[in-house]
């Protein structure tokens, strides 16, 4: 896997929304494995529509926080966990 030089505004972005968040956790408990947004949809806590987790789905991948091979094959997290840090030298990830 290449190393990703990260967005802190866009993996904020990312996790500011309850539902990404949810996902993002599952996908990380499941890592390495990929899940379907079938099966994504049925951790969710309320109802959710295919196309709005694939819209969550995306923002998540644009933050670079997950990956996929396409929809059919699923997605999984990019790594099995990140450290997110914020002070006066500005935005840090560390991956563990």
Avoid: W
């Avoid at 949810?22 to 990380?28: A, D, E, F, N, T």
């Avoid at 109802?47 to 991948?61: E, G, N, W």
């Avoid at 996929?68 to 790594?79: C, M, P, S, V």
Wanted: hydrophobic letters at 30%; one cysteine or more; proline letters at 3%.
């Amino acid at each position: 896997m290449r190393k990703q030089q990260f967005n802190g505004h866009k993996i904020c972005e990312a996790l500011s929304d309850p539902t990404r968040t949810k996902i993002l956790g599952y996908l990380i408990k499941e890592y390495p494995e990929a899940r379907t947004i079938g099966e994504i949809e049925k951790v969710l806590s309320k109802p959710v529509s295919a196309t709005t987790i694939s819209f969550h789905l995306k923002k998540l991948r644009e933050a670079g926080l997950i990956t996929t091979d396409g929809h059919k094959r699923g997605f999984r997290a990019a790594r099995r966990t990140i450290n997110i840090g914020f002070n006066n030298d500005g935005f840090h990830v560390k991956e563990e």
